[in-house]
C-alpha cells in the first residue's frame, strides 16, 4: 500500500479497499519504523493527521470529497502550517509555531489531504545534500551512507522510502529536482509564479518555487492542480489561467520537439548517467519526438550568477531574523548589538551565515555593479538562451545532476563543489521555467535522473512528456528496499 | 567673509491612506501599541508586500500639482538596515526609479517676493514603527502601528537660501497636500516630518560646502529655529578657520541646539536592490490623465485667482489661498457678503483672532461663513454700524444665531432717522453747556478733536444705534 500512486490509492479510497485513517496509520507506522534512520521528518503530526483522515473519511462518506480526499502527504518544514511547528530546519526558528496558514498548504487542506507531518531539510533550504539542517542530516532510502540530495531532502526521501503518498517541496536553484534524482521520485519545478509563495519561508524571492513531489509524473500534476492558480497575497504570483493537468496527460508526442541542449552533455557528466540519458533519448524518438540539438551558451555563467543572486536576496529576507519579535533570542542580551549578533550568530548555522555574508558582500557600495548587476545581465542572457532555445524546439532533455547520490559528508567541506551540484538545474531557476526531474535508470543501484524543461507555462506539456515516458518505463515504480 | 546660506530639504509625507502600503491593517493614529500591525507589518516569516493602489494614486496627484514628470515604470527597492523598530531589516523604498521626477513649487515671502524651487524627486516608502524608551527601565518597547505606512518623501534642490525660506517651502508643500487630500498635514503627529540639509559657502562660490543633514525635524517654528542655529553653529567654525564635518544631527528644541548624531564614517550602507517580492509598478498615460482630471485647484492658481477675481493683495491672496478650508471660507463668506475685501479683512481680522484664542481650525469655527457675510452685508446696507458688528459677531461666536436674529432680538438696529438722531443731539448738547462753549471758543483745529467727545456721548445716549456718519454731520451743524 505504501508505494501506490496517488490515483491507485484515491481508487481505494473510493471502492472502500481502505480507508484513510488505515492508510494514514500505515504511513504513521512506517514513519515510526524508519525515520529513526532517515531523519526525513522534523514533525510527526501523528494525532492531527488521524483526526483530519477520520474527517476525510465522512466527508468521502457524504460523497463532498476533494481533490486529494484522505491522501496522507508530507510538507517541507518551510510551509506555515497554523498551530504546527515551522522550523525551517533552523535553529533560528525550531520553536515558531506560525499563526497562519500557507497558501499550499491551505489548499492541500480544502483539497483534504492529510498532513503526516513537516520534512527535513536544509536550513533555509540551503544546500543540495540536506547536511545542513539543524535537526541532522536526512539519510537516502537507497542506501544510507548516502544524501538525498537536498535541499527538499526530507521530502524525496519520505516519499521514496514510502513514507507518505506525496510531498511538497521548494526549488530554488534545483531543491525538488536533484534530491527527487538523487532518491528516484518524480518531482516539478512549475515555472516561477504558478504558485502562491505566501507562508512560504523566503530564501530567494526571485527564484523560490513551491511544486509536487511524488512517485510519478501523474501523481505531480494532480497535486500540481491542487497547488497552482493566482495568490492576490503574492504579487508575483501569476494571474494565468490554471490547464487541466490530468486531463492532458494522454496526449501523444508525435510531432514533439526535443532538444538537447549540448552545453549539458560535457565531460563533467557521470557516463553511466550520460548512458541512461542516450537510452531516454530513444525512448522519446519511440514515442514519435524529433530530437534536435540545441546551444544554451551561457551555462557555465549560471552557477556563478545564481551565487551572487541567491545570497543577496537571502540576505535580505533573513534580516527579519533578528530576536525582536519571533523565533530565538540569545540568553540575557547586554544591548541591542549583542542581541542581534549573538542571536544570529547561534541561530543560523554555518551554510547560512556564509551565504549572508556573501549577499551581503555583493550588494554592498562598491561592489554592487561588480557583482550583483553583472549576475542580472547573465540572468538575461541565460533567460534569452531559453527563448531563443524554445523557438526551434518544444522542450529539452538533459540530466537532472553530474552524478548520482554521494556519501554524507563527502562535499561539505568543499562549498564551491557542493554549489557545482545544481550545476544542470540553476540555469532554468534563474529563467523562471518549469522543469521536470523524474527517474530514468540506475547506477551502482542509486536513481538516475533525467530532466525535462519547458515554456513559461507548460507544466501540461511537461507532465504529459513526463507521463508518456513512465508509461513505456519502470524506473519510477522502483523502489528502496529498506532494512 | 560673507556666507551664502544652502539648504535641501527631503520632507517626509504620511499619506492618508486608509490602510498600510503593504498590508491591510489600519493606518489610524492614536490606537493602543501593535494593535493595527498585521502579520505583514509583524514581518512574520513567510509574510508578503502587496501594494495599495491607493498610495500610487495619491503619489501622482502630488506629482501632477507640482508639474512633475510621473514615471510609468517604478521601482520598489529594499533599504536595508537593523533597527528593533524595522521588523524585515529592510524598508521597502525606491531609489532608481521613484513614482515622481522633477517638478517645481513656487514659493512667496513677506517681503514680497518669490521664487521657483525645484523639487527633484518625490518616493514611495514605508514608515518605520516607533522604539519607545520611557516606562520600559532599561528595556525598550516597539510598537509597530506605524509600520508601513505609507510614506511620500519630497526630495528639494538646493534652492533654499535662508531658513524663512525653508519655512515658506515647507508651507507651501503643506499646502499642496492637503488641498490634494494626500495628507492630513498634521505635524503634531507625524504627518509630515522633515530632514534639513544645511551648508553655507563663500558668497560667490559656486561649489556647495560640506552639509549637514538636520533629522526629523516636525514643526514649521523649529524647522526656522534648528536651520537657523545651524547656520550660527556652521558660521562660528567656518569664521574660526574650521572644517564642517558631514553628518547627521539632531535638533533639540528645549535647549535650541544641534547636536552630532553620527558621522559619514559611521553611516549605513544600506545595500539597495530591487525588492524580488513586488513588481514594478506599470502606469500609463491614461492612468496620468484620469488622476489628473481629479486635481482641485491648487493654492498657487486659487493665490492668483483671488487677486484677479477679488482685488485682493498679494499679502491677502497668499494668506487666505494657504489652505483650502480658509479659501472656501472666504469665498463663501465674500459671496454671501456681496464685498470680497470686507470679507478677507473679517477672515484675516476678528475671525482668525478669535480662532486663535482658542485653538481652532477654520472648519471648526462656530459661525459659519455665511453668517459672517450676512453680517458683513448688514454693515453695507447700513442696517448695524461697524462698531455694533462686532458686538453681533460675539454674540454670533457664542452660539446666538443668525446676524440678523441677534439684531432683531437685541434692537441693534442702526438709527438712521435724522429727526430722531437731532433729538438725541439736541439733548447732548443741553446736558453739556460747557463743553459746548469750549467749543464755540476754540479754533478749527482744536475743535477737530473735541467735535469727538460730542460724538461719543451722542453714541452712548443712542446706544451706538446712531449712524455715526449722519451724528457728526448734524452735531457740526449745531455747533457751527
Not at chain 1, 26 to 50: H, P, W
Not at chain 1, 51 to 56: G, Q
Request: aromatic residues 8%.
Amino acid at each position: 500500500m505504501s508505494f501506490k500512486s496517488i490515483s491507485e490509492l484515491l481508487n481505494g479510497l473510493t471502492q472502500k479497499e481502505f480507508s484513510s485513517v488505515e492508510l494514514t496509520r500505515d504511513y504513521l507506522k512506517r514513519i515510526q519504523q524508519y525515520n529513526a534512520e532517515l531523519n526525513c521528518f522534523i514533525t510527526i503530526a501523528e494525532d492531527q493527521a488521524v483526526e483530519a483522515a477520520e474527517t476525510a473519511d465522512k466527508r468521502r462518506e457524504t460523497g463532498a470529497a476533494g481533490l486529494l480526499e484522505g491522501i496522507p502527504v508530507a510538507h517541507k518544514d518551510l510551509f506555515c502550517t497554523e498551530g504546527t511547528l515551522t522550523s525551517c530546519a533552523s535553529n533560528m526558528l525550531s520553536n515558531f509555531i506560525p499563526p497562519y496558514e500557507s497558501t499550499v498548504t491551505r489548499r492541500f487542506l480544502e483539497a483534504g489531504a492529510v498532513c503526516l507531518g513537516k520534512t527535513n531539510m536544509d536550513e533555509f533550504a540551503m544546500g543540495s545534500s540536506n547536511e545542513n539542517s539543524h535537526f541532522g542530516p536526512v539519510r537516502n532510502p537507497w542506501d544510507s551512507t548516502r544524501v538525498p540530495g537536498g535541499s527538499s531532502g526530507g521530502s524525496a526521501a519520505a516519499v521514496a522510502a514510502g513514507l507518505c503518498a506525496a510531498a511538497t517541496g521548494t526549488d530554488t536553484g534545483g531543491s525538488i529536482r536533484q534530491p527527487a534524482a538523487f532518491c528516484g521520485i518524480t518531482g516539478l519545478k512549475p515555472t516561477y509564479g504558478r504558485i502562491s509563495r505566501l507562508g512560504m519561508i523566503a530564501f530567494a524571492s526571485s527564484l523560490d518555487q513551491a511544486g509536487p513531489m511524488a512517485r510519478s509524473a501523474e501523481d505531480c500534476a494532480l497535486l500540481l492542480q491542487v497547488m497552482a492558480g493566482h495568490d492576490p497575497m503574492d504579487s508575483t504570483s501569476a494571474q494565468q489561467a490554471v490547464d487541466q493537468y490530468s486531463h492532458n496527460l494522454g496526449s501523444e508526442l508525435k510531432g514533439l520537439t526535443i532538444g538537447l541542449p549540448k552545453e549539458y552533455y560535457n565531460e563533467g557528466l557521470d557516463p553511466t548517467i550520460g548512458q541512461a540519458l542516450q537510452e531516454a533519448i530513444k525512448t522519446y524518438e519511440s514515442l514519435g519526438a524529433t530530437i534536435k540539438e540545441v546551444s544554451l551558451p551561457h551555462t557555465s555563467l549560471s552557477v556563478p550568477a545564481y551565487y551572487v543572486i541567491a545570497p543577496a536576496e537571502a540576505s535580505a529576507n533573513l534580516a527579519r531574523f533578528d530576536g525582536v519579535r519571533y523565533g530565538k533570542r540569545c540568553d540575557s542580551p547586554a544591548d541591542l548589538d549583542d542581541l542581534y549578533m549573538r542571536t544570529r550568530a547561534e541561530g543560523f548555522g554555518a551554510e547560512v551565515q556564509r551565504r549572508i555574508l556573501i549577499g551581503t558582500y555583493v550588494l554592498s557600495a562598491g561592489y554592487f555593479d561588480a557583482y550583483y548587476r553583472q549576475a542580472q545581465k547573465i540572468r538575461r542572457l541565460i533567460k534569452n538562451d531559453f527563448v531563443e532555445a524554445f523557438g526551434q524546439v518544444d522542450l529539452l532533455l538533459c540530466p537532472t545532476t553530474p552524478d548520482c547520490a554521494f556519501p554524507l559528508g563527502s562535499k561539505s567541506a568543499d562549498p564551491v563543489q557542493m554549489y557545482l551540484e545544481d550545476i544542470f538545474t540553476i540555469p532554468t531557476s534563474l529563467a523562471g521555467l518549469p522543469a521536470l526531474a523524474l527517474p530514468c535508470g540506475q547506477a551502482n543501484g542509486l536513481p538516475i535522473g533525467l530532466q525535462l524543461i519547458g515554456n513559461y507555462f507548460q507544466e501540461a506539456r511537461l507532465l504529459n512528456a513526463g507521463h508518456q515516458y513512465q508509461q513505456r518505463t519502470d524506473w519510477h515504480l522502483q523502489h528502496p528496499t529498506l532494512g | 567673509m560673507a556666507w551664502e546660506v544652502v539648504i535641501g530639504l527631503e520632507v517626509h509625507v504620511q499619506l492618508a491612506t486608509r490602510s498600510k502600503i503593504f498590508s491591510g491593517a489600519s493606518t489610524a493614529f492614536g490606537a493602543s501599541p501593535n494593535t493595527q500591525a498585521c502579520a505583514v507589518d509583524l514581518a512574520m516569516p513567510g509574510m508578503l508586500p502587496v501594494f495599495n493602489e491607493e498610495a500610487l494614486r495619491m503619489a501622482v496627484k502630488f506629482g501632477l500639482a507640482i508639474g512633475a514628470e510621473i514615471s510609468e515604470r517604478s521601482v520598489f527597492d529594499r533599504k536595508n538596515y537593523f533597527y528593533p523598530d524595522l521588523p524585515k531589516g529592510y524598508q521597502i523604498s525606491q531609489l532608481d526609479h521613484p513614482t515622481v521626477k522633477a517638478g517645481s513649487i513656487d514659493i512667496h515671502l513677506a517681503d514680497g517676493t518669490g521664487k521657483t524651487i525645484g523639487v527633484t524627486r518625490a518616493h514611495l516608502e514605508e514608515d518605520a514603527g516607533k522604539s519607545l524608551h520611557e516606562d520600559f527601565h532599561g528595556m525598550t518597547g516597539i510598537d509597530l502601528n506605524r509600520a508601513g505606512t505609507p510614506l511620500l518623501e519630497i526630495v528639494s534642490e538646493p534652492d533654499l537660501r535662508s531658513a524663512k525660506e525653508a519655512v515658506a517651502y515647507l508651507k507651501k508643500l503643506h499646502s499642496i497636500v492637503t488641498y490634494l487630500g494626500i495628507s492630513d498635514g498634521d505635524m503634531s503627529q507625524g504627518s509630515m516630518r522633515c530632514d534639513c540639509n544645511v551648508s553655507l559657502r563663500p558668497k560667490g562660490q559656486a561649489e556647495f560646502g560640506t552639509r549637514t543633514e538636520i533629522k526629523n525635524v516636525n514643526s514649521f517654528k523649529f524647522v526656522e529655529k534648528a536651520i537657523n542655529t545651524e547656520i550660527e553653529r556652521q558660521t562660528d567654525i567656518l569664521e574660526d578657520d574650521g572644517k564642517i564635518t558631514q553628518e547627521t544631527r539632531l535638533y533639540d528644541a528645549d535647549k535650541d541646539e544641534t547636536r552630532s548624531m553620527r558621522s559619514k564614517e559611521f553611516a549605513n550602507d544600506y545595500r539597495y536592490f530591487p525588492d524580488p517580492d513586488l513588481l514594478p509598478v506599470v502606469i500609463d498615460q491614461a492612468y496620468i490623465e484620469a488622476v489628473k482630471s481629479t486635481l482641485p485647484e491648487l493654492p498657487e492658481a486659487k493665490l492668483k485667482r483671488f487677486k484677479e477675481q477679488y482685488g485682493l493683495s498679494d499679502y491677502d491672496a497668499e494668506i487666505l489661498s494657504s489652505s483650502r478650508q480658509q479659501a472656501d471660507y472666504f469665498e463663501a463668506a465674500a459671496s454671501a457678503a456681496g464685498d470680497a475685501k470686507l470679507a478677507a479683512n473679517w477672515v484675516m481680522g476678528d475671525l482668525a483672532k478669535n480662532l486663535n484664542q482658542q485653538n481652532l481650525e477654520i472648519s471648526e469655527s462656530p459661525v459659519p461663513a455665511e453668517h459672517l457675510g450676512l453680517l458683513i452685508s448688514r454693515i453695507k446696507d447700513k442696517t448695524i454700524s461697524g462698531k455694533i458688528a462686532k458686538d453681533v459677531f460675539t454674540a454670533m461666536w457664542n452660539g446666538e444665531g443668525s446676524p440678523d436674529n441677534i439684531i432683531e432680538s437685541k434692537g441693534l438696529k442702526q438709527v438712521t432717522d435724522s429727526g430722531a438722531i437731532e433729538a438725541i443731539v439736541d439733548q447732548v448738547l443741553a446736558d453739556n453747556p460747557k463743553q459746548v462753549e469750549q467749543y464755540r471758543a476754540a479754533d478749527e483745529a482744536k475743535r477737530g478733536k473735541m467735535v469727538g467727545f460730542f460724538v461719543g456721548q451722542t453714541m452712548k445716549a443712542s446706544k451706538g444705534k446712531a449712524n455715526p456718519q449722519q451724528v457728526n454731520q448734524i452735531l457740526k451743524q449745531k455747533l457751527s
